[in-house]
């Protein structure tokens, strides 16, 4: 795939094959401040893979990152790349001996260096010739051959990018990390940027541990998520599984939009404003919380067992989000429509669900 604004004149070259580790984490603790921030964290990304780390603001997936990278030790527990201790209570190999690679979120170039000159800086084992010629080789790949004498404020986002992730694969690294790489880049970049970057990790078969906040870009690059709240895994798995069978409310929530509706289990199900619902596995008394996936709402002008009136449209471009009053919900229920799907200015409708999106949780899953 090629990236806007990359000169036809620059063929990106195959990209040389890493020598792939699997990187483990095990009962990794840490804290700041004797404010834990990493509890007992167990984790494996196998060799080859593109895992991801999943979470919000302050889950403790950047920390996880730069224990792994050498930058900081970690307080408890091991670090192992092939099965050999990298890190733990009497091993520390520092960051240059690791064979691991980094991009920061904010790329970290150095502004007063070429791009050539910035991607040879990590190759401090050889000579300055065969270092140049490498980092000739590590911007080729990444379709920046045309620009090696260029300076990092003449790019944009989306080369700079290109720039750091040459400089962390010229060493050819066992294992990458990367921190929020695309956080930075413009919305309209950001797709084909990702599709380049997994694109040229595919190729050069280096297992990939990236940190992100956004699920759907997690879902688009993953191989495997995990997810983390307040410094724990809450839950590993591809993206389907994560999804799918969600362990808890946090996560049904973390990938996609959902109405919440509580209640209380009478044989084996309960009864919502949008209708009965099966609960296997809870007994009668049970109280629980029924999520409803927006995307799970059927809306009608003619069929579907529940009355619903609209409220407001919010146009979306291909989807509309619909905010419905729904007799005995205490709050308007919202449901996502194709965009067209109802004419303008309905206001009565009617409501169906599709069971594959509706879950129930205990009501003391957050």
């Known amino acids: 795939m090629s990236l806007p604004q990359k000169q036809p004149d620059s063929p990106q070259t195959s990209v040389g094959v890493s020598f792939a580790a699997r990187l483990g984490f095990e009962h990794i603790h840490h804290a700041y401040d004797d404010k834990p921030v990493l509890k007992d964290i167990s984790l494996v990304a196998e060799a080859g893979e593109v895992l991801c780390l999943l979470g919000p603001s302050g889950s403790g997936k950047s920390t996880l990152l730069r224990i792994a990278a050498g930058i900081e030790p970690q307080q408890d527990g091991r670090i192992l ?16 001996k690791r064979s691991i690679g980094l991009v920061f979120q904010d790329f970290a170039l150095f502004p007063h260096l070429t791009l050539l000159e910035n991607t040879r800086f990590g190759l401090t084992e050889l000579s300055r010739k065969d270092g140049l010629a490498e980092a000739r080789i590590a911007l080729s790949r990444v379709g920046l051959g045309d620009k090696m004498n260029a300076y990092p404020h003449e790019l944009s986002g989306g080369q700079q990018q290109r720039v750091a992730l040459a400089r962390a694969l010229a060493p050819r690294p066992a294992v990458l990390l990367m921190d929020e790489p695309f956080s930075g880049l413009d919305s309209r970049l950001k797709d084909a940027v990702r599709a380049e970057t997994l694109a040229i990790l595919r190729q050069s078969r280096t297992t990939a541990v990236i940190v992100t906040h956004d699920a759907e870009e997690a879902m688009r690059i993953a191989d495997r998520i995990a997810l983390l709240k307040d410094g724990r895994v809450v839950q590993v798995g591809t993206a389907q599984e994560l999804y799918h069978q969600p362990v808890d409310l946090f996560t049904a ?114």
């Open 81 to 96: 790349l092939n099965d050999r201790e990298i890190a733990g209570p009497s091993v520390f190999v520092p960051p240059e």
């Open 253 to 366: 929530r973390f990938f996609s939009e959902v109405n919440i509706f509580p209640g209380t289990v009478e044989e084996g199900a309960v009864e919502t404003p949008v209708g009965r619902i099966e609960a296997p596995g809870f007994v009668t008394g049970a109280t629980v919380k029924v999520a409803v996936r927006l995307v799970g709402i059927e809306v009608s002008t003619e069929e579907g067992e529940i009355e619903a009136r609209i409220v407001r449209r919010r146009f979306l471009g291909v989807t509309e989000v619909l905010e419905l009053a729904v007799s005995g919900a205490e709050r308007t229920v919202r449901a996502t429509v194709r965009e067209g799907h109802l004419p303008p200015g309905v206001k009565n409708v009617r409501l169906s669900l599709r069971l594959s999106d509706v879950l129930v949780f205990a009501s003391s899953s957050n």
